[in-house]
């Protein structure tokens, strides 16, 4: 077993990610998970992810705060949602997905997905 106690997790800078702190969980440098690895994603009021499409699956968990999901689906078709606490999204490998939060509130968000 391992354990990362969230005072003590490192932070790590993720690409065209604006006002927002990412924090390692498990995996990669945090832990010796070899399949997956997780994160949480603090988001100032006005931070975002960039519009951006990935190679594997992605799943987010609202932790506290609202945060507004974009998704370009494989077939071109576009959506938004509005995520609350304890709510959660998945987007699958290739779909385009920016995460926003619009509030004026901080937001936390869960990240996991597989480790390349």
Avoid at 58 to 76: N, Q, S
Avoid at 78 to 107: M, T
Wanted: hydrophobic share 40%; proline share 4%.
């Amino acid at each position: 077993m391992h354990i990362t106690r969230f005072n003590e997790a490192k932070t790590y800078q993720a690409p065209n990610h604006d006002d927002m702190t990412c924090f390692r969980l498990q995996g990669k440098e945090a832990s010796p998970c070899h399949q997956m690895w997780m994160g949480m994603s603090v988001f100032e009021p006005g931070g975002q992810t960039g519009f951006d499409g990935s190679n594997v699956e992605k799943i987010y968990f609202v932790v506290e705060g609202e945060i507004t999901v974009f998704c370009e689906a494989l077939d071109g078709q576009i959506s938004e949602a509005v995520l609350g606490p304890n709510d959660s999204c998945v987007f699958l490998i290739g779909e385009k997905r920016q995460l926003k939060n619009l509030s004026n509130q901080v937001a936390k968000v869960v990240l996991v997905m597989a480790s390349p």
